[in-house]
């Protein structure tokens, strides 16, 4: 057996295909649901009608059995969601926005609080995301703040204190499109050559448990696909990557010519030593470039994403358990 694996949402459409993948590379996979996956080696489901308290000990006390062992978990990876429109004048604003918060951030918090008890040091967690919520939704107002507040836990859970194991690593993948069933169903007439496929996500993951290429912990990686060819960019506590891969490549290797921020000016001494005895810096150094050109290079975290879409412009992805 190569590990275990936990795959929240294990019934989805982005859920099965994840639970698939790591059974056919010989994982021990749990599925947590609705309902039971027939792929999945444990099958933890819960009751839609319960509370979060109420699924959260449904959830802990299944693991506890199925780990009485004492193994642990390598990866929580949770995939639970859904998708609703709406705005503040909208009927059902009320109602779907307790749906979204449910669908995501529920099932969030509860992967982190079993993360937190049955993740092996140096593990991972991955949280759904959205590339819509970086910005404001308002057409989707619910989804988008269900979606955000996923994004602050991912960046929680990578704070010293968190709870979490020793070495592991929270991360969110924010998609635009999936390229579900569903989505190709009610979509019909868009342009797939810019939804992600699943198999990519699955394989990506796939990478980040066996830390090949993993992003650091607290990241918000954005999935952006065009013309059959997806692209992440992380967002790793305000520090941006630019990863574009056909495949799964490590981030160490799509950029190896782009020095971090923390390396762009190694000797350069900070300005308490620079001049304690000295007269002022106008006299000492007239002749010294600003710091702003110090790294012609490096781009600036405003220039980083010039060509992302406008939420109004994305058809935000569907994870859907049924």
Known sequence: MSGKIVVYGGRGALGSVMVKHFKELNYWVGSIDLVSSEDASLNITVDKNADCAAQSATVLKQLAEALADGSKI???????????????????????????????????????????????????????????????????????????????????????????????????ILPITLDTPMNRKWMSKADFSKWTPLDFVAKTVEGWVKNEGRPASGSLVQLITQDNVTQLKIDALHSHLYITTSDRPTPALTTPNRPTPALTAPDRPTPALTTPDRPTPALTAPNRRKPALTTPDGPTPALTAPDRPTPALTAPETYISP
């Open 74 to 172: 390598d990866a929580f990876i949770n995939v639970a969601g859904g998708w609703a429109g709406g705005n503040a004048a909208s009927d059902g604003f009320i109602s779907s926005s307790m749906l979204m918060w449910q669908q995501s951030v529920w099932s969030s918090i509860i992967t982190a609080q079993a993360a937190a008890k049955f993740l092996k040091p140096g593990g991972l967690v991955v949280l759904p995301g959205a590339h819509p919520a970086l910005e404001g939704t308002a057409g989707m107002m619910g989804y988008g703040m269900a979606k955000a507040a996923v994004h602050q836990l991912t960046k929680s859970l990578a704070g010293s204190g968190s709870g979490m194991p020793e070495g592991a690593a929270a991360v969110a």
